[in-house]
C-alpha cells in the first residue's frame, strides 16, 4: 500500500511562486496515476493536474500555464511548480493515486489513496 505525504506549502504574494511534493512510501508511482487537487474554503475539491504511467499530463484550464507537474525518474517524488500565483488559488492542495483511467483522470473519486494535503495561501 502507498503512502502519501505532500509538502511544501506556505504564504506568498500573488505573483509569486511555489513547488509543491508529494513523497511516496510504500510503493512508487510506477504504474498508477497521480493526481493533484486543491480545496478552497467552502468549495468542492477540484482538479488541478495529473499524469498517467508516464504519458499525457493533464491540467485543468485555471492553472494552464502555470503550473507545471512533473514525477522524478524514481517515481517517488512528483512536483507541482507553480508560477504566477494568484488570490484564487488559495486552497489545501492534495496529491493522491489511483488505478485510473484516462476517462476519469480529473475525478476525485476515480484515485483511491490521498495526502493529508499541504496549505497554499496567497495574498494579493
Known amino acids: 500500500q502507498v503512502q502519501l505525504v505532500e509538502s511544501g506549502g506556505g504564504l506568498v504574494q500573488a505573483g509569486d511562486s511555489l513547488r509543491l511534493s508529494c513523497t511516496a512510501s510504500g510503493r512508487t508511482f510506477r504504474n498508477y496515476a497521480v493526481g493533484w487537487f486543491r480545496r478552497a474554503p467552502g468549495k468542492e475539491r477540484e482538479f488541478v493536474a495529473a499524469l498517467k504511467n508516464g504519458g499525457i499530463t493533464y491540467y485543468s484550464d485555471s492553472v494552464k500555464g502555470r503550473f507545471t507537474f512533473s514525477i522524478d525518474s524514481a517515481k517517488i517524488t512528483s512536483y507541482l511548480q507553480m508560477n504566477s500565483l494568484k488570490p484564487e488559488d488559495t486552497a489545501v492542495y492534495y496529491c493522491?493515486?489511483?488505478?485510473?483511467?484516462?476517462?476519469?483522470?480529473?475525478?476525485?473519486?476515480?484515485?483511491?489513496?490521498w495526502g493529508q494535503g499541504t496549505q497554499v495561501t496567497v495574498s494579493s
Open positions: 493522491a493515486v489511483g488505478n485510473v483511467i484516462t476517462s476519469q483522470i480529473r475525478r476525485s473519486e476515480a484515485y483511491h489513496t
